[in-house]
């Protein structure tokens, strides 16, 4: 069956560094673009980061040049490198997997806390 599955996540001070990743199966995941959303406490959900199925990326300006997004078709996997975490990048992150308006899924979700 079809899965997205978000790992990586944990608590890390301000400043560190965290890897997310973002797996997926039963589909093929090269013909798919894949978004990182994040969504804190009290909040709406938020675009952070897209690769593209030509590895073309896109950022939130809050993250640019401090996140990474980068894929491994041959693992099915999608990465998003955290750098210079700051305490507003507190939230759940989620990976989103996209071929069009009516064809995309959903991972779970995977807790960042940045905290000293």
């Known amino acids: 069956q079809v899965q997205l599955v978000e790992s990586g996540g944990g608590l890390v001070q301000p400043g560190g560094s965290l890897r997310l990743s973002c797996a997926a199966s039963?589909?093929?995941?090269?013909?798919?673009?894949v978004s990182w959303y994040r969504q804190a406490p009290g909040k709406e959900r938020e675009l952070v980061a897209t690769?593209?199925?030509?590895?073309?990326?896109n950022y939130v300006d809050s993250v640019k040049g401090r996140f990474t997004a980068s894929r491994d078709n041959t693992k099915n996997t999608v990465y998003l490198q955290m750098n210079n975490l700051k305490p507003e990048d507190t939230a759940v992150y989620y990976c989103?997997?996209?071929?069009?308006?009516?064809?995309?899924?959903w991972g779970q979700g995977t807790q960042v806390t940045v905290s000293s």
């Open positions: 989103k997997a996209v071929r069009s308006a009516r064809n995309f899924y």
């Open positions: 690769i593209t199925t030509a590895d073309s990326t």
């Open positions: 039963g589909f093929t995941f090269s013909w798919y673009a």
